[in-house]
């Protein structure tokens, strides 16, 4: 065999059905895994680069699969004014909240967008995430609906990481809209979507499905428009309440419901039904000071996927790192370290529809992955604020460390 890299003397947690590979060897030809397996198994060949991986433990490149990476200005005030007192829902209903965001992302054109949120993204990179989903939703018009998500097309340009767009113009109704969500449901579905969708410009439609937001009705119709579509769903699903989203999303055989603090044991059962993913994000949980948990327990006794991600967002989750989201997955959710791990690999792979080539070290899939610096994968889920992270290959390539 000829391959074009060789990566030896590690271990590798694959996230496969093989689980933990000790002293492994991964062989890279065009970009994705050729070979990977215990060293001592390697077929003969030679390797245009051989890699030594010092006893490090390899890990799939770590997906971010929920994400509102992009947005203009920030919300630290109301940050300040929910320490004083104020709910999270009452900053809403008085303008606040997302429509504060929507303000100042309106003001700011792709190139703009992109160039604040790299800062942002180079933190989740350094982590090693090697595949990023990234939400509209504060530009809840045409214009600044497509200026979001070029921003999140440039970010994937610009920086070593596959970036996969989803639509979120149902995330709040805008102030010109005051009064008449169903219109701007119109808009959303008659206008915004299939327009960004023949830009190509959206991989995915999400919604908040919410008090504070849209009915399961409206949630409803731009399911139903995302589906004429052809384009996969997702759902912000029974954060504050229970409004039936889990199901609602498993109805439409959505990739994921996401936050589901609230969901009934009948939502649950429906997401089994439909394959549908669980997206855990503690860190929404925990700046909000949430108290009710999502049911961990029912996932599992279900057979539901969970999958783990940031929700990077500056109201909810100003949180750029996948690592603390795995410690706070596991300290607040009560998840295992295990469970945490391939809810930021093989599970946000599933969330995104990308369980084909991503999310797992398997031969055929792509060369993505990170080396860490650490004595057994549970480590990964430790520490606060420490990155293990000495190497990440996306693609084959060496993109950090080395
Ligand atoms: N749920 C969230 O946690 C974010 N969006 C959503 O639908 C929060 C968005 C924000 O407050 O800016
Ligand atoms: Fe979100």
Redesign the pocket.
């Known amino acids: 065999m000829r391959w074009d890299s060789l990566w030896i003397n590690g271990h590798a947690a694959t996230m496969s059905p093989a689980g933990v590979v000790r002293d492994a060897a991964v062989a890279v030809v065009g970009g994705c895994i050729a070979w990977i397996g215990p060293r001592a198994e390697m077929p003969p060949g030679t390797a245009a680069e051989e890699h030594d991986l010092d006893g490090r433990w390899l890990t799939p490149g770590l997906i971010d699969a929920h994400t ?1 990476l992009v947005f203009g200005g920030n ?1 630290a005030a109301e940050f300040e004014m929910r320490l004083e007192g104020a709910s999270y829902e009452e900053i809403a209903r008085a303008g606040g ?2 429509v504060s ?1 929507v303000t100042a992302t309106r003001a700011a054109d792709a190139e703009t967008l992109a160039a604040l949120a790299a800062p942002r993204l180079e933190r989740l990179l350094a982590e090693g995430v090697t595949v990023v989903e990234v939400k509209s939703g504060y530009g809840l018009d045409l214009a600044s609906e497509r200026a979001m998500l070029r921003a999140a097309r440039l970010l994937g340009e610009r920086h070593p990481v596959t970036v996969r767009t989803t639509g979120l113009a149902a ?1 709040a109704l805008p102030p010109e809209f005051a009064g008449r969500a169903d219109a701007y449901i119109d808009l959303v579905c008659d206008e915004i979507l299939p327009v960004l969708a023949a830009e190509g410009l959206v991989d995915a439609v999400d919604a ?1 499905c ?1 008090r504070i ?1 849209f009915t399961p009705e409206q949630t409803a119709r731009v399911f139903d428009a995302a589906r004429r579509l052809g384009l996969p769903m997702k759902l ?1 699903a029974d ?1 504050l309440s229970d409004g039936g989203g889990a199901a609602l999303a498993a109805r439409y055989g959505g990739l994921s419901a996401d ?1 589901l603090e609230h969901t009934s044991e009948d939502g649950v059962r429906a997401m089994a039904a439909a394959g549908t993913v669980a997206m855990l ?1 503690p860190g ?1 949980f925990y700046l909000l000071r949430e108290t009710k948990l999502p049911p961990v327990e029912l996932f599992r006794r279900h057979g539901v996927p969970m999958a783990v991600a940031t ?1 990077c ?5 100003p949180a750029v790192s996948l690592l603390l989201m795995l410690n706070m997955a596991c300290t607040l959710f009560r998840l295992t370290p295990a469970e945490a791990l391939a809810g930021v690999t093989r599970h946000a792979a599933q969330a995104l529809g990308m369980q084909a080539t991503h999310g797992s070290l398997e031969v055929g899939k792509a060369a993505d992955f990170a080396a860490w610096d650490i004595g057994r994968p549970a480590e990964l889920c430790y520490w606060l604020g420490l990155n293990p992270c000495a190497l990440v290959v996306r693609a084959g390539r060496v993109v950090r460390g080395g």
């Open positions: 509102h919300r909240g997302i965001t995330h908040f919410e937001a912000h954060q936050h994000l929404a929700d967002n500056p109201g909810t989750s």
